[in-house]
């Protein structure tokens, strides 16, 4: 049905003389194909899209890993994300665009609708058939990681809670960083086992 209206809309379009299609144009802004579509992904094409945050996902202060590997992508050329979301938890993902050589575009439209926070994307149509990622959380535990050190995240630890994290999830590791002597001279503690005491 929707398909329909939008093949009518551009046979109408297509009749219309020059004048009225620049006047159109100039008053209501250029025709956008699958507008419906494109607000639930920040402005992109469904079919080009090859991950998915939601906004909650990026707040967080860790790096989802499947953010990474999809930039590994050759097919990934852009990372796009919500103007909604506070610059300081974005920051993450516009260094690792940059570091990857990746182009990185916050985009600010009250008219986006849904709950995406960032998208990776292709120019071409890639059909991932699933491409939201998976709450973090809720995967380290189901490896048997405890809610206290995947809380953890962005923050030093102790060796032992870095050999559990790594061992069960090795992409995590670039989510923790490990306790030094100097750090616990200074009175730091592990920020997953001092949740336990």
Known sequence: MDSDIHQEAISEWTKRDELYKELSIGYHGVPEIRHAEKVHYLGEFRERVIRLLTKAQVAEPAVY????????????????????????????????????????????????????GLVVVSNDAVDIEDIEVPDRKTRLAGLGIPFSLANAAGKKVCDKCYKKITGASPEEAVNYSVLTLTDRFWGDHCAACAKNH
């Open 65 to 116: 890993p499947e953010i990474v590997e999809s930039l590994k992508d050759r097919r990934a050329t852009k990372v796009v994300a919500s103007g909604d979301i506070n610059d300081h938890a974005v920051e993450k993902y516009r260094l690792l665009a940059g570091k990857m050589g990746k182009a990185f575009t916050v985009v600010h439209d009250p008219a986006l609708q849904g709950n995406a």
